[in-house]
């Protein structure tokens, strides 16, 4: 159940109000409007008045509530109307007029509108539209001509429909810690409708502002971005002449008197105001962190198979850097991503944005490697020959995003978490679609059985407690294929495979045959090492292979995850 608040100001705003409650809607969506509860059990209703001019009727609610406000005359505050619609989840049970009248009496005596048994409390009516959810309006001035406390009233009302959920069985929501993204009002939904638009303009403009947050380099290049996207920035100048803050609207999307409709960056989301856009592209500006040179693909998915010993660790900055950070990867992954994934992807990257932002500051010093990696593949678009490149970063984000889900739970950020679980569907499916035809025309050049079973040997000595999964998996064949191609290019097959194992557990592996396969074709593309060289290398893996593994969270991680969506290969 969402209520959402929303103050009118204006010495006719309690009549626009009515009006609008009472008419046909900004798309005829109005279709029984009528009242369910008021201040007093016996209000005019203009929807049940069958034998008056219904403008009448209107005009009589309109000044009864509006009474105590008017005897205040000049005294009466700037906002005098209080306007919550609630609404219920599409799955939820339809509920009765009684039903919706109690839920109203509950909103309003929790946000301190009337108060329980407060008969001296604000006038106030719920207006009933549909099945799905009901209008409050109430005006802000008290019946003994005092002003309402209401502190904190978006908190009180949030905090009262958790519990209204639980006892109507109704769809429980996550509760928020004040850091999601504000939605799109039914008026900002049905003006893009009207527009042809597929969504809201500040949906649109949260997600263009977004990637060119996570593409800019310096904040010259942010804006340019958002110019070539039809982006209009007004900016908010300080006495100085200094940028203060900056607004953003959409062409087409004008007010009543033509004029473009501007969004600040903060309503937006709230990372998104200009001092904190200009924070996150400072800390990873191009004079901030050298990238080595190298394949793109590579670097970024060896930074992204970071992420989760970064989120095991005690250091919260760090690890909530490295998610906004895995956040921006995400905005950008789908404007270089093949056309049967781009969908999946926009979807998966549009609701892990709320796991990006919590309570705690983030430090994003330690991400900048992912963040100029994938800056670098969707500047550059750099060839990645079968796919293999793109199916590798999903394999480690898909990882990234299960840790990321677990270390929202254990801080009990509910509605992060739920946004990272959302993004691992929308995420397995993409990797699905790239991967699959990968790793068929891998098999397609399987090696000599006389190889395989050289190469199963030397699995077994380096990850005997996988072996006997991985030799049996389907994809065994494609893991013998890149291990035969990196002998082929000058690596010693052993210590690759001993490399490979060495990088990371497999125990949190749900495939630890895939997992294996990428990480050998990125092994195998680089520069092959001397003799000496390789030899070294293997006594190195071998030794750090007898040092005991610290345990991991796949556990917990693996077990929010629905079965048929598991994170790990």
Known sequence: MIPKIILGTGPNATRRTIGYLFGKGRANEHTDPHLVASWNGFAPDPGRSP?????????????????????????????????????????????????????????????????????????????????????????????????????????????????????????????????????????????????????????????RVRRAVAAAADEAEFFALLEATDVTVRLKLGPSGDALGCNFALPGDTNDKGEPVFYAGSTLAPDLSLPKIRERIASTGPESVSVPSGNPWHQATAATERIPSHLIGSDEAVAQGHLEVLGGALDLLPVVAPATVKADLERAAAVFERATRSRITGDRDSACVLRRSIQTIWRDRPPDGDGAGFAMLLDTMLTAVAYAMHWHRTRQHAQQEAAAQQALIHLHTAYAHIAEPVLAGLTHRTPS??????????????????????????????????????????????????????????????????????????????HAPSPLAQAANARSSRATQLRPTPPQPHAAANEATPTRHRPRR
Not at 473 to 495: K, Q, R
Request: aromatic share 4%; proline share 6%.
């Open 449 to 526: 059985l006389h190889m395989k079973r050289r190469y199963a040997h030397h699995l077994q000595e380096a990850a005997p407690e996988h072996a006997e999964r991985i030799l049996n998996d389907p994809a065994w064949d494609a893991l013998a294929t890149v291990l035969a191609e990196a002998e082929s290019a000058g690596h010693n097959a052993s210590t690759v495979l001993d490399q490979a194992v060495g990088q990371r557990t497999l125990d949190d592996a749900r495939n630890p045959a895939r997992a294996l396969t990428w990480r050998v074709r990125r092994l195998g593309e680089r």
């Open 51 to 207: 034998h008056r001019n219904p403008k009448e009727v209107e005009d009589q609610l309109a000044a009864q509530l509006n009474q105590p406000v008017k005897m205040l005359g000049e005294k009466a505050p700037k906002y005098t109307v209080w306007h919550c619609p609630v609404r219920a989840a599409p799955e939820d049970p339809i509920l009765t007029d009684a039903q919706w009248a109690d839920i109203a009496r509950r909103i309003v005596a929790a946000a301190g509108i009337a108060p329980e048994g407060d008969e001296e409390a604000c006038r106030w009516v719920a207006v009933r539209h549909a099945d799905d959810h009901i209008h409050i309006a109430a005006t802000l001035v008290r019946q003994d001509g005092k002003r309402p406390r209401r502190d904190h009233d978006q908190r009180a009302v949030q905090r009262e429909a958790r519990k209204i959920e639980v006892d109507y069985g109704l769809r429980r929501l996550k509760p928020g810690d004040g850091t999601a993204a504000k939605r799109p009002t039914s008026k900002e939904h049905f003006k893009a409708k009207r527009l042809g638009q597929d969504a809201a303009t500040r949906d649109v403009l949260r997600l």
